[in-house]
């Protein structure tokens, strides 16, 4: 999972102009509004009521925007273009991006030939974002190598070279939001879950005698359900005991709202709810 320092800060207006005429086919007046979009920015810093001369931005996409998104995946199209002479699957969402590919980790063979390909990739990706006004965070860059209990012992101590750096796989990865383990069973993704859900139960809890149910309602849906609910297909085939961990969580939320005993049996209360 490799970590750009201000991705979006250093994009070359000029460049991203030229990638959109040549890769995506934009030309006349199409080309002409983006031309238009990114042009006549400018920036000033603020500094104990003090405000500097304007300056002319030639670089960055708007930060917060619809399209800064997009035109920074088109910025860095040429990136998958490089996964793909490697051999390497790729996952681009905005700045986060992330490559993949699989091998057989009882194969000493196989296992060298991955680490190489991976890092010649890796060498031409940081070579090209050199080249692109970009820059690759190897303090934050992570690997993770999933694999089964049974082989855990044959890719332990493997590690990555990037740039200068030796990286470690790293126990658990945060991946949009989701934590992902060596073992994907899920459990550190539904303990940090349970934990923020359970925080904002708590914070809830504190006001709850000032609102009406309706709105308890609508902030355990906003606070609560929509963690939840958030990449649970992802869940599918974990283990019962830590299903019931979130069902734990929804449990207290109920009782949140319903102003219920923790004695009183949950059941009629979920079917009330639902």
């Not at 057989?104 to 080249?131: F, Y």
């Not at 740039?163 to 945060?174: A, E, L, M, N």
């Not at 809890?205 to 149910?213: D, E, N, S, V």
Request: glycine share 4%; charged share 20%; aromatic share 8%.
């Amino acid at each position: 999972m490799l970590d750009l320092s201000a991705a979006v800060d250093t994009i070359d207006h000029i460049t991203v102009l030229s990638r959109l005429e040549q890769q995506f086919s934009f030309a006349e007046q199409p080309l002409q509004w983006v031309a238009s979009y990114l042009s006549d920015r400018f920036q000033t810093v603020s500094i104990d009521g003090k405000v500097s001369e304007p300056v002319l931005l030639t670089f960055s996409v708007p930060q917060g925007s619809v399209l800064g998104p997009k035109f920074y995946t088109m910025y860095t199209k040429p990136v998958g273009e490089i996964c793909k002479k490697h051999g390497l699957g790729h996952h681009f969402y905005a700045d986060d991006s992330q490559l993949y590919l699989s091998f057989e980790p009882t194969d000493g063979a196989a296992q060298d030939e991955t680490l190489n390909r991976v890092e010649k990739c890796l060498h031409d990706i940081i070579s090209w974002m050199n080249t692109n006004m970009l820059k690759l965070n190897t303090d934050k860059t992570e690997v993770r190598i999933f694999s089964s209990q049974n082989n855990a012992k044959y890719v332990d101590g493997l590690t990555i070279k990037v740039g200068d750096s030796t990286i470690k796989p790293s126990q658990y990865v945060r991946n949009i939001g989701a934590w992902f383990d060596s073992r994907m069973n899920m459990e550190h993704h539904i303990n940090a879950i349970s934990r923020s859900c359970f925080g904002q139960i708590r914070q809830i809890g504190h006001i709850r005698q000032y609102l009406t149910p309706n709105a308890t309602k609508s902030l355990v849906n906003s606070l609560v359900t929509s963690r939840l609910d958030y990449c649970n297909a992802l869940l599918y085939g974990t283990q019962t005991s830590a299903i019931k961990k979130l069902q734990n969580v929804q449990n207290t939320a109920a009782r949140v709202i319903t102003r219920t005993s923790r004695y009183s049996h949950i059941t009629p209360i979920l079917k009330e709810l639902h």
